[in-house]
């Protein structure tokens, strides 16, 4: 009864439901060939994203999302970096050209990709707004 109780909800997720149950720090780690940068993007995917290398990739929700800010310093902090990462996931339904984020201005550098379980963009800041 024991075996059949722990093996059946693993079978269960496999086989009715199937489901990928690779942990989100493997996916958090397929970010570290972006080196130090800075991620925005929902609070749930923005945070899960700096799981791996949190001294490495610094992350916050989008300014809209600023009842989930756990930290209003980090988020000031990832908006200053040259170079963000935008993810789109649960948040947007594509990249803009142009965006503002706690207080600067970002410009679209390239085209958006997929890497690890996100959609993301890179994106140059262009200073504060004034």
Not at 9 to 23: C, D, G, Q
Not at 53 to 67: E, F, I, R, Y
Request: aromatic share 12%.
């Amino acid at each position: 009864v024991l075996f059949v109780g722990a093996i059946s909800p693993v079978y269960t997720m496999l086989e009715s439901k199937p489901k990928n149950l690779k942990p989100m720090e493997r996916y958090a780690n397929e970010l570290e060939p972006l080196g130090k940068c800075g991620i925005i993007g929902d609070w749930w995917h923005s945070y899960i994203c700096s799981v791996a290398h949190p001294d490495k990739v610094l992350s916050t929700p989008h300014q809209d999302d600023w009842a989930y800010t756990r930290n209003p310093q980090r988020a000031t902090q990832v908006a200053a970096m040259d170079t963000i990462y935008i993810v789109k996931d649960g948040w947007l339904d594509d990249f803009p050209d142009t965006m503002q984020q706690s207080g600067y201005k970002f410009r679209r550098h390239g085209n958006g990709f997929h890497l690890g379980n996100w959609d993301l963009c890179q994106y140059i800041n262009e200073g504060k707004v004034e």
